[in-house]
Each structure stands twice: as structure tokens, then as C-alpha cells.
């Protein structure tokens, strides 16, 4: 297969352009539709003419459906874009790119989505489906998993697909609540996904920045005291990489407390902890749920990152773990290799 994929780009490099353009076209109506032509155009960056003639080709092949509303995919057309996905993964060389960031960063797994959610919203949808999809696959009865909050975690909830019946699974929030977007809290999106496994789920009601007097007043509530002696017990953890400056607003961090991460080297942050880009911590802050000591002894951890501005805390987190599995970008993964080659040059 990588034979022939090699020799289609040598010699019809022009199907290899086309092929991508279709695809993503075909996958952007279906993440979208009903949606019209000018708003795709919009969508894609790309002019009206080229969208029309190659809404076109794709309707004549019975892969869309053009209707008063907008277009939609047909059935077909879905699942040529479920066809597609280890095709363009193979066209593009994730693959080599996966054992390339395994090998550098020295953790278990590496998934690689095709494509930059720095310049494409969906992408985050596309990594959502992938996270969706390993979490079931590994999955048994009686496990515990845990999960943060955080839009790319929300996007995981939502592409989980609906289980039939009932499993043996306790979904928990790996942390308290951080923001006032209700759909992005731990607590919501660990309830969505139990509901999605057909499992049960427990809520920490708790902010997750926190002072420490009021955080062991709220320790010593016996639903409180519960749930975080559970998560010690976490099986599988799902987590999104935060980086260090935006996490520390989100956080309301005072100005000069940032200005001290930002001139200490932080890049990430995780589990109440700020670290910079060899995993060593630069600060540390009091939370609610999952400690650093307990993300070091779960099973299987999986970090959700995106795009080339996250590709320092990627770095930095992925030290604190050896058998993490990493699903990103191929933006992400490209801008690590960058600065682990230039590190590498300079010292």
C-alpha cells in the first residue's frame, strides 16, 4: 500500500490534491449540513466557482444531496468519508509521524488527525471521533474512568456513539468546576459520557480553584469526601493539555502571578500544577479532584491536545507519564518535532 501511495504522488500528484480537497468538501457539509454553497466557501476558505463545480461532481456521483435548505450528505457519501480517514491518514505519512512523536516523547501511543485545528474548527470534531472511538475500544466492565473539562473534552462526550443497555462503568469529574460555560464543566460532560456507555456517574460539586482552608472545610462533606477518595481509584483518565497562561487566566490568576509563570518557564498546566517544557514544576496551586501523585499511578491516560500553540505543554506533560496516549493534530505533532529538533541542535 505505501508502494502504490508513493507512486500516485509521483505520478498523478494532481490526484492526491484533488482526492484531499474532495474530502474535506465532503466532510465539511457532513459536520455542517444542511449548509449552502456560499457559507462552505466561507467554510473553507475557498472561492464559490471552485465549490460549485465540485458540488457537482460530488452530486453526480451520489455523494450529496442538494436540497431548498442546503446541502446534505447522502449515506453513501458518509461512508466514503469513513473510507477515506485511514486513506488520507496514509496519503499524508501520519502514520511515520506517530512512531516519530512516540519515539520523542517516549510515551505508549500517538494518534495523529490529518490537518491543523489552529486554522480548522472541525478538527476538533475529527479528534473527538478518534478519542470517542479509543475509549470505547479499551473499555471493560467494572472500570472507573475519568474525564476533565474543556471544550475538546465536551467534543469526546459528543461523539461518543449511544451504547445499547446497560455497562458496569462509574464515569467521575477528574476535577471541580473551573468557568461559567455549563457545557464545558467536568461534571456535564462526565454525566453525558456515562450516559453515552450505558454507565453510571458521580458529580463533584466543588469549584476547582480553590482556597485551602475552604477546600478542606468542603473536604470534610462526607458526598464531597466520596467522590475524590473514588477518583483516586481512576482507571482510565481522558484529559485535555492546558497551556500554562491560558489555564492561569481561566483561573484568575493575578497579572503578576502570570508575569512569574510566563518568566519561570511555564508551558502547561495539569492537575493544579504548572510546568515547564522538561515536565519540572514551576508552581503550584490548590484544586479540587485528581492529584499529580495519583495521574502517575492510573493504568491508561489519555491527553487530548490540538494545534501548533499547544505544542510546548504537549511536550511538558508528556514526561510526567511514560504510558500516555496522545491523540492531537497533525499541526501539533509537526510544531513538536520542530522544537524538539531545534532543542536538539542548540544543546
Not at 475519568?146 to 461523539?159: C, L, R
Request: charged fraction near 25%; charge should be negative.
Amino acid at each position: 500500500m505505501k508502494d502504490l501511495l508513493e507512486l500516485q504522488k509521483k505520478i498523478i500528484p494532481e490526484m492526491t490534491e484533488i482526492l484531499e480537497k474532495r474530502y474535506n468538501i465532503l466532510r465539511n457539509i457532513y459536520y455542517n449540513q444542511p449548509i449552502g454553497r456560499r457559507a462552505l466557501a466561507n467554510s473553507l476558505n475557498v472561492g464559490e466557482r471552485v465549490i460549485r463545480t465540485e458540488v457537482n461532481i460530488l452530486k453526480q456521483h451520489g455523494l450529496l444531496e442538494i436540497e431548498s435548505m442546503g446541502m446534505n450528505v447522502t449515506e453513501e457519501g458518509k461512508q466514503i468519508i469513513d473510507d477515506l480517514k485511514e486513506y488520507i491518514h496514509r496519503l499524508k505519512g501520519l502514520n511515520s509521524l506517530e512512531q516519530a512523536l512516540e519515539k520523542e516523547l517516549n510515551i505508549s501511543n500517538v494518534f495523529i488527525v490529518p490537518g491543523n485545528s489552529d486554522m480548522d474548527n472541525l478538527i476538533i470534531k475529527d479528534i473527538g471521533k478518534i478519542t470517542s472511538a479509543f475509549i470505547k475500544k479499551i473499555i471493560k466492565d467494572g472500570n472507573i474512568i475519568g474525564i476533565t473539562g474543556g471544550t475538546t473534552m465536551a467534543q469526546v462526550a459528543d461523539e461518543m456513539d449511544q451504547e445499547k443497555g446497560n455497562r458496569d462503568i462509574l464515569v467521575l469529574p477528574a476535577r471541580g468546576g473551573l468557568g461559567k460555560n455549563v457545557e464545558t464543566q467536568a461534571n456535564n460532560i462526565a454525566a453525558k459520557l456515562a450516559q453515552k456507555l450505558g454507565g453510571n456517574y458521580k458529580l463533584l460539586h466543588v469549584p476547582d480553584n480553590i482556597e485551602k482552608d475552604a477546600l478542606a472545610t468542603l473536604l470534610s462533606i462526607p458526598e464531597i469526601k466520596e467522590v475524590v477518595d473514588i477518583i483516586k481509584n481512576i482507571n482510565i483518565l481522558v484529559f485535555g493539555i492546558g497551556r500554562a497562561d491560558v489555564m492561569a487566566e481561566r483561573r484568575h490568576l493575578t497579572n503578576e502571578k502570570i508575569n512569574d509563570l510566563k518568566n519561570n518557564g511555564a508551558v502547561a498546566e495539569a492537575f493544579g500544577y504548572y510546568f515547564n517544557t522538561k515536565g519540572e514544576i514551576v508552581c503550584e496551586t490548590s484544586t479540587v479532584g485528581l492529584s499529580l501523585f495519583d495521574f502517575k499511578n492510573i493504568e491508561t491516560v489519555i491527553g487530548v491536545a490540538s494545534g501548533e500553540e499547544k505544542a510546548e505543554a504537549i511536550i511538558s506533560i508528556s514526561t510526567l507519564h511514560k504510558n500516555m496516549v496522545l491523540i492531537t493534530d497533525e499541526g501539533a505533532a509537526k510544531k513538536i518535532l520542530e522544537l524538539v529538533d531545534n532543542a536538539t541542535i542548540s544543546s
